[in-house]
Structures are given as C-alpha cells and as structure tokens.
C-alpha cells in the first residue's frame, strides 16, 4: 500500500505550526528542512519523514485541538513569527502549545481574535471570509453626520484596489461613535473608509466574529464553549456550501 504524502505547507498547518501562507514564507526563508534537506516550494512529505523549522523538529498533533477567543490590546501585532516582531501576539499570550491567530487585527486595534492549532478550521474561515460577519465599535474625530453613515453603509472607493466596499450595517451608537458590521476583512477597511469621508479614527474594537462575542477583560483568553465551536462549525459548513454554489455559477 503506497504511503500518503502530504505538501510540506498543508502538514505544518495541519499540525498547527502556522498557516500555509507563513509555512510557504519559511519554506522560501530556508527555516524548514526536510530528513535534514532544505526542501523545494510544494515538496511532499511521508508521515514517516522528519519535519524541522529552525532546527526544531515538528511532530503530528495527536491531542485535541485548542481554540481560544482573546481580548486583544492596542499595540500586539497578529504574526506568528516571534523572531521579527517584538510585541507578537504569540509571546503575549504565552500558551503551553502552538496556536496562531485565524485572520489579523491591526496593531492600533483592540479586541476580539481567535487563536487554535486546528490548521483546517483556519483555511475554512478564511475561504469563505466574505460570508461572515465581523462586529466592530469604533469612535471618531469629529461629530457623525447622517450623510457619513449613509456613505459608509452604501460602500466606499478604495482606489488602491480598485474595488468598493460592500455595503454593511453602520448604526450611530453617540455623537463619536458607530457600530459597524462587516463581511469583508480589507486590510485597514474601517480606517479607510473613514479616511475617504475626511474623518479619523480614535478607537476601534472588534466585539464579536461571526457567533463568538468578546466578554473577557483586555490582555486575556479564554476557551470557546462546547456551544459555541458547534455553531462555528455550523456557519462554517453553510458557508462552505455558499461558497462552492457561488463558485460553479461563475463561469
């Protein structure tokens, strides 16, 4: 029987070192080896090879995964590589396994992310990240006018990459502040937006992903519930579904 290999990318997300996108990132820097050989882009491995990044070998994750909400602080920066940025989300939390973040929240934000070793739940949520909403509390400069909500619901050019933002949920919640519910993750999204209508963000804190709801003081984490990860995984498996219906009727 022929043994199963496995690309080198997909195992080390699998295992829960880091996303394909970083595995693929290190495989370029020389980080990873294989059988002690620095590999090729796209090289597949036999269960029965050994997988090194940095020297350290990297073994299948036999236990259960982990998934954790956490309250993210202003100034944490969302990258797994520990060895390039200082204040990583990764040293900050400091759990016993290896998690990373599923998506980014920039380094002047706060609030809610996700961190698990489950390397398929990650490449799931951000396949079909269009479908899921996104929840944010944000303050800004100077007094919301009616117009700036209505221009923010309707969408906003982003000339750099030629595309408008889809419309959304905006709602006044006091004189500098709005809730906004996105289904879209642009890099910078709400303060650009806000930038295009001439108005600066002061504060921005992301309250809720998808069914997950921030409840936990600045700085901590939790584990998700029983309830909650069966949900996720609910909205999960439908938009999975949306997204190949969507995808077969594009042609």
């Known amino acids: 029987m022929a043994e199963t290999l496995k690309r080198i990318n997909k195992f080390l997300s699998e295992v829960g070192y880091c996303s394909r996108r970083e595995a693929d990132k290190l495989i370029q820097a020389g980080r990873v080896t294989i059988n002690g050989v620095v590999p090729e882009m796209g090289t597949k491995i036999t269960p029965n090879d050994v997988v090194e990044v940095d020297g350290k070998e990297i073994k299948s994750n036999t236990e259960s995964f982990v998934y954790l909400a956490f309250n993210k602080p202003i100034g944490i920066v969302c990258t797994t590589d520990t060895a390039v940025e200082k204040n990583n989300i990764i040293d900050f939390i400091n759990y016993p396994k290896r998690i990373f973040p599923i998506g980014r929240l920039d380094k002047p934000s706060e609030g809610l992310i996700l961190l698990t070793d489950d390397g398929d739940i990650v490449n799931k949520i951000l396949r079909a990240s269009n479908n899921h909403e996104k929840e944010y509390i944000v303050t800004v400069d100077k007094p919301i006018s009616q117009t700036f909500l209505e221009r923010m619901r309707g969408g906003i050019p982003l000339e750099d990459l030629n595309k408008v933002t889809k419309k959304c949920i905006v709602e006044k919640r006091s004189t500098y502040e709005f809730k906004i519910i996105l289904t879209q993750g642009l890099n910078r999204q709400i303060r650009r937006m806000c930038e295009y209508l001439n108005y600066e963000v002061q504060t921005l804190k992301r309250v809720r992903i998808m069914n997950i709801k921030l409840d936990i003081p600045v700085g901590e984490y939790r584990e998700l519930t029983k309830i909650e990860f069966a ?21």
């Open 231 to 251: 949900q996720l995984n609910e909205l999960l498996e439908n938009s999975t579904k949306v997204y190949k219906e969507n995808k077969n009727k594009s042609h």
